[in-house]
């Protein structure tokens, strides 16, 4: 021990050198901060905030937002402030930042040059610079960057060639390279002497590059993803360097200039060098000048999960090799010059979900083996010369979204059972030679959201009225055919349409003018018709119509240049002998004729009238929607309110006295729900048809409340939506008033979330998110799509019903606010659709009332938003609003936000645990916390304080949908692993 003894002398050097040794610590992390600080200073716009933290000396540098120190914080090593909204140029100053092994700056507003002196971030390891406005060239000084693995500055403004150094002296350890998106021109400058052997993504897709693809590339043999879509490359399709990547999964060369072997006629080469790669599943290569024959060894390509081959010019026959391709999802050969038939054995692919033949030279019949394809949501067979019928099996694809046959030869019927594809949103057969009349089941499909194209066939017949159940659907067009007869009025039902094509046909009768009270309709064809009669004032008065063709019909009367008809001229209008009027370029009108005419008009109308009502009434009745659910009831036909009937006529009529029947005499056996109006009892009908009645308490205000119901009904008699309830009928009396509604047999999500003791068990996370969803879809028409917008006013689990399918409808408009789209561009024109039903009414339930409701503030939107934020947040918590507000004297929202996001988790657990699938089946644990802690982000979101900054009901659809397609596609394919596992 002795020895070890220091003199005063060492000691003292001993703390000099420390200090020094420290000293020297703080002088690198200082120089570090300066170069920080520099890099600030080039920064102009920081709207988030992300860099307040960089302001005072007080904090260490190393706790800056996106800094990263070593572990004695001497250092920074890491720099990520990507996605923050910044604005500015890049500093050279960072650069002195010598010790930096991570730096990321993308999604940001960067401009500028990339500065040279990025070559001295020797110790570099990942470099994002992607997703700026960057611009000049790439400077060769990366190359410095030895250690670089992870390079990416894709989606900028660079230009100029990529120098040849980034590949040949800069690190061999490089596995991504991503210089995408940019305008880069010249070769891909790989030389064989520089082996980028580490390299397993790259991606230079959307560039100007020229020339070959590098032969060089084939020493990249742990190459993984090849992305080099949309330039201007050319040559043989690179078979030879494709043979040598045994990993290679995605292959991405599409609209390029390629060519296939043996003079662009030999595809065989390039599908037997990816034989190699037992990993392919995307193989990408529209849009090239491609030809040659389909080889059948592209059915050794087994792991597959999508080709892309469409516009090129590969022709003969597909090979039925194809499908032992049997993972593959989506096929696309359309646009080519393939011929032949369609080989059933196509139809053995049993994961198939988007097949696309189009625009080629197939003949032969359409297969019905096709109707075993489980998945097919996507059909495309359009523009070949396929003859014979459309096989009946389609009825079997209840996934099939699309169905597009147009431009073929087909000939035969529809077949009625196409109404069994529930999913169908856009049915095309135009130009074809179909005959027959339009199915009833395929004019009610009201999945059909996009469009509906019969035009150019033989179809004969009347429009059937279901089609007006098509209440999503944008276009009609059932042009050029044979139909003829009246034009059903009730095709102003279907209130989404924007174009409607009923041109060259033979209909006649008067045009109806709910056509014109269509809210959105814009185009409007019906020339060279047989139509009589006046053009509707509902057609001028239309805020929306931009086009209109009337001509060669037999229209009379005389029209003015006014509303909508002010842009057109006579072009509208010609053929049509019997119309006048200050139309640009039309007959002005003779005034003695027109008197003539009214005084006619007035003897028809008094004709007419009473016919109308003896004979047309019970004729519009008996066509109504609801004719086979309900018979006709009304035994006693006492029309003695014929304000009454007029108003309801399209509803069937019950009595009070059916309505007692129904209910066992409105027996206390059959109540089944009380609300602030009135009880509801569910009943049966003779005809055994299941109703819940609601029958108003009797007050002195019922009567105010009743008109209110019945103005409501009226326009939700027009807005119709899967997901709410349609009002079967109404009945009212003096002393008696009720509504009539379909008896859901699940009852209501209340009933669910807090099931009594008889009840089995609880809804699972993927029913809840469902059923969200539907809630979130009617809503969100509600507000953005019904002809009138409504606001609920009272959205909560018990007024949420389930039916036997569980898909959820939204009820009680009881009081409702229907609210004039004042801001909207398209006015909805009626003015009763201005009126307020809830004088004097509280509007919502507490707990679930958005907190202005409180301060005066009208109904809106925002509150039904609100209130479904809280709907969310209680399905997640299962705890009622009302139950914090009193246990923890808090909203749902303030509740809900002390805890987030660090001690959400108790929450969650407890969701998994107790919304976990019902039976054994398995789930992905992960997955759905991470969905239940979204679905808290949105319900906090929703039930922010501010109304101006929830989001609309339209987004709130489109994220539940997301959740619940998710939620849907995970544990279908969790299952499938599990099983696989198993
Ligand atoms: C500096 O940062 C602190 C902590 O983030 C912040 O509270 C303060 O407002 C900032 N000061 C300025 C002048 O931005
Ligand atoms: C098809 O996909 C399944 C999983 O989805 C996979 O296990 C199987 O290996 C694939 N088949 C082929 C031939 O790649
Ligand atoms: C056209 O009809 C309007 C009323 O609809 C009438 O006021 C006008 O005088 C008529 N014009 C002519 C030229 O008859």
Redesign the pocket.
């Known amino acids: 021990m002795g020895h070890c003894k220091f003199s005063k002398f060492d000691m003292l050097s001993l703390i000099i050198l420390f200090y020094m040794a420290h000293s020297e610590n703080d002088a690198q992390i200082l120089n570090d901060r300066v170069s920080l600080l520099s890099f600030l200073s080039g920064i102009t716009h920081d709207p988030e905030n992300a860099l307040?933290?960089w302001?005072?000396s007080i904090i260490h540098v190393c706790k800056w937002s996106g800094v990263e120190c070593d572990m004695n914080k001497n250092r920074v090593i890491e720099l990520n402030l990507s996605h923050k909204s910044l604005r500015g140029k890049i500093s050279p100053a960072l650069f002195n930042l010598s010790h930096l092994a991570i730096l990321d700056l993308s999604g940001n507003f960067f401009q500028g040059l990339i500065p040279s002196e990025i070559g001295y971030l020797n110790r570099l390891k990942e470099l994002s610079l992607s997703s700026n406005l960057l611009e000049g060239n790439i400077p060769s000084e990366i190359a410095s960057l030895q250690q670089l693995v992870y390079l990416n500055l894709g989606s900028n403004k660079l230009a100029g060639e990529i120098p040849i150094s980034i590949f040949c002296n800069a690190s061999s350890s490089l596995q991504y390279l991503d210089l995408s998106n940019n305008s880069l021109s010249g070769e891909i400058p790989l030389q064989n002497r520089c082996a980028l052997t580490e390299l397993k993504y790259l991606l230079l897709w959307s560039n100007r590059l020229v020339g070959k693809v590098p032969l060089a590339l084939s020493n990249s043999s742990k190459l993984e993803w090849l992305d080099l879509e949309t330039n201007l490359l050319t040559g043989d399709l690179p078979s030879e360097i494709l043979s040598n990547m045994p990993h290679l999964k995605f292959l991405y060369l599409s609209y390029n200039h390629f060519s296939s072997h043996n003079d662009n006629t030999n595809l065989e080469p390039f599908f037997a060098s990816l034989r190699n790669s037992s990993n392919l599943q995307e193989i990408d290569l529209a849009g090239n000048y491609i030809g040659g024959e389909l080889p059948s060894i592209i059915g050794d390509l087994s792991a597959l999960v999508q080709i892309n081959l469409d516009t090129n010019f590969i022709y003969g026959p597909i090979p039925p090799q194809i499908s032992n391709i049997v993972n593959l999802t989506l096929l696309n050969l359309s646009s080519n010059l393939l011929n032949g038939s369609i080989p059933s054995e196509l139809c053995q692919m049993g994961r198939l979900e988007r097949l696309y033949l189009s625009n080629n030279s197939l003949s032969g019949h359409i297969p019905p083996e096709f109707g075993n394809m489980p998945h097919l949501g996507l059909l495309d067979l359009s523009k070949n010369k396929l003859s014979g019928t459309i096989p009946d099996s389609f009825a079997n694809l209840v996934q099939l979204r699309r169905l597009l046959l147009y431009e073929n030869e087909l000939s035969g019927t529809i077949p009625p059972s196409l109404g069994k594809c529930v999913n169908l949103e856009i049915l095309d057969l135009s130009h074809n030679r179909i005959s027959g009349t339009i199915p009833s089941d395929v004019a009610g499909l009201n999945s059909l959201k996009l469009y509906l194209n019969l035009s150019s066939n033989l179809l004969h017949g009347a429009i059937p009225l279901e089609l007006s159940k098509m209440d999503m659907v944008l276009a009609i067009d059932l042009s050029s055919n044979n139909l003829s007869s009246f034009l059903p009025s009730q095709l102003g039902s279907c209130i989404a349409l924007e174009y409607l094509n009923l041109s060259r046909n033979g209909f006649d009768g008067q045009f109806p003018s709910s056509i014109g009270n269509l809210p959105y309709l814009k185009e409007l064809d019906v020339s060279f018709n047989e139509l009589t009669g006046k053009i509707p004032q509902s057609l001028q008065q239309s805020s929306t119509l931009k086009l209109l063709n009337c001509s060669y019909n037999n229209f009379s009367g005389n029209i003015t240049n006014k509303g909508s008809f002010s842009s057109l001229t006579v072009n509208s209008f010609l053929g049509n002998d019997k119309l006048c009027g200050s139309v640009k370029g039309m007959r002005k009108c003779h005034r003695k004729r027109i008197t003539r005419h009214f005084l006619m008009a007035i003897l028809l109308s008094l004709l007419i009238t009473p016919i109308f009502c003896l004979v047309g009434y019970p004729l519009v009745w008996r066509r109504s929607n609801f004719r086979r659910k309900l018979p006709v009831l009304n035994g006693n036909k006492d029309i003695k309110d014929v304000e009454d009937t007029k108003e309801e006529i399209k509803y069937p009529r019950i009595s009070r006295r059916h309505l007692f029947e129904a209910t066992g005499g409105f027996s206390d056996a059959n109540l089944i729900g009380s609300g602030r109006f009135g009880h509801v009892y569910k009943g049966v009908l003779r005809d055994n048809t299941p109703i819940a009645v609601k029958v108003l308490h009797y007050s002195q205000k019922t009567d105010e409340i009743w008109g209110s119901f019945k103005r409501e009904c009226q326009v939700l008699k027009r807005t119709r939506h899967r997901n709410l309830i349609r009002i079967i009928t109404t009945c009212s009396r003096p002393d008696f008033k009720a509504l009539v509604l379909p008896l859901m047999p699940n009852g209501s999500l209340e009933d669910h979330l807090y099931p009594t003791r008889e009840m089995k068990n609880g809804l699972d996370l993927v029913q809840l998110v469902s059923i969200c969803s539907d809630v979130a879809e009617g809503m969100a028409y509600l507000h953005h799509y019904a002809p009138v917008k409504v606001v609920h006013c009272d959205l909560k689990p018990s007024n949420i019903l389930l039916d036997d399918d569980m898909t959820a409808l939204v009820t009680d408009f009881g009081i409702a606010r229907l609210v004039k789209g004042a801001d909207e561009s398209a006015g909805f024109g009626d003015d009763s659709a201005s009126y307020d039903s809830t004088d004097g009414l509280l509007c919502g339930s507490v707990g679930y009332i958005a907190p202005e409701y409180g301060m005066g503030k009208n109904a809106s939107p925002q509150g039904d938003v609100y209130s479904f934020g809280v709907l969310l947040l209680e399905i997640i918590t299962g705890k009622r609003p009302t139950d914090v507000l009193f246990q923890e004297g808090s909203s749902m929202h303030e509740w809900v936000k002390s805890r987030y996001p660090n001690k959400l988790n108790p929450i969650v657990e407890e969701a998994i645990e107790k919304r976990a699938p019902r039976g054994q089946m398995p789930f992905d644990k992960k997955i759905w916390g991470d969905i239940i802690f979204e679905l808290i982000e949105l319900g906090l979101i929703c039930t922010q304080y501010n109304p101006t900054t929830r989001p609309t009901m339209l987004d709130v659809a489109h994220e539940v949908g997301l959740f619940k397609q998710y939620l849907c596609n995970s544990s279908s394919t969790f299952v499938i692993e599990q099983t696989l596992t198993n």
């Open positions: 307040e933290s302001n005072s």
